[in-house]
Antibody, heavy 116, light 106 residues
Framework: QVQLVQSGAEVKKPGASVKLSCKASGYNFDNYYVHWVRQAPGQGLEWMGMINPSGGETRYTQKLQGRVTMTRDTSTTTVYMELSSLTSEDTAVYFC?????????WGQGTLVSVSS | SYELTQAPSVSVSPGQTASITCFGDKLGNKYVSWYQQKPGQSPVLVIYQHSRRPSGIPERISGSSSGNTATLTIRGTQTMDEADYFCLAWDNDTAIFGGGTKLTVL
């Protein structure tokens, strides 16, 4: 079945970077964009950006431009999201999601905690 | 910047119809999708392209859109429908989520 499996929880200090992974399986990896969405504790969903696994093209939300980088490894059908210069406001659950008709399915989420 | 507005909460009695709305400028001209999220779980797509249901989503869940409003309707609401619901639309190649509506079934 179509599945996105994300890497485990991370604890980081302010100013550090974090790199999360999202491994896709059960479908043709090249054919569907993958998006990243985050959710701060008790808050709503925030779109971060997307990557085309086929050509590697990316688009990021303006808010995170310069701090976020999305990449992919077609040999392992894995998408990565790196966020730099972390602050406490980056504490959130980070989701990847395949874009087909809407975002479907979603990964299980990765909790990133930023604390000194 | 483009914004989508949702009421923070909606309450409904079991068996009744719940309507969850999403407001945005000319929203009816944009493709809207809806997501259900239960506590501690990942969101699940329940409606895409305004009114289409993914496989596995029951027919009692429906969507519509017109003018500045998109509406998610749940008929015969059950306790299992209690969740947060988020609308999503695209504006200038950017995905915008509504703030979410907490549906309480009581």
């Amino acid at each position: 079945q179509v599945q996105l499996v994300q890497s485990g929880a991370e604890v980081k200090k302010p100013g550090a970077s974090v790199k999360l992974s999202c491994k896709a399986s059960g479908y043709n990896f090249d054919n569907y964009y993958v998006h990243w969405v985050r959710q701060a504790p008790g808050q709503g969903l925030e779109w971060m950006g997307m990557i085309n696994p086929s050509g590697g093209e990316t688009r990021y939300t303006q808010k995170l431009q310069g701090r976020v980088t999305m990449t992919r490894d077609t040999s392992t059908t894995t998408v990565y999201m790196e966020l730099s210069s972390l602050t406490s406001e980056d504490t959130a659950v980070y989701f990847c999601a395949r874009a087909r008709h809407g975002f479907d399915p979603w990964g299980q989420g990765t909790l990133v905690s930023v604390s000194s | 910047s483009y914004e989508l507005t949702q009421a923070p909460s909606v309450s409904v009695s079991p068996g009744q119809t719940a309507s969850i709305t999403c407001f945005g400028d000319k929203l009816g001209n944009k493709y809207v999708s809806w997501y259900q999220q239960k506590p501690g779980q990942s969101p699940v797509l329940v409606i895409y392209q305004h009114s289409r249901r993914p496989s596995g989503i029951p027919e009692r869940i429906s969507g519509s859109s017109s003018g500045n409003t998109a509406t998610l309707t749940i008929r015969g609401t059950q306790t299992m429908d209690e969740a947060d619901y988020f609308c999503l639309a695209w504006d200038n190649d950017t995905a915008i989520f509504g703030g979410g509506t907490k549906l309480t079934v009581l």
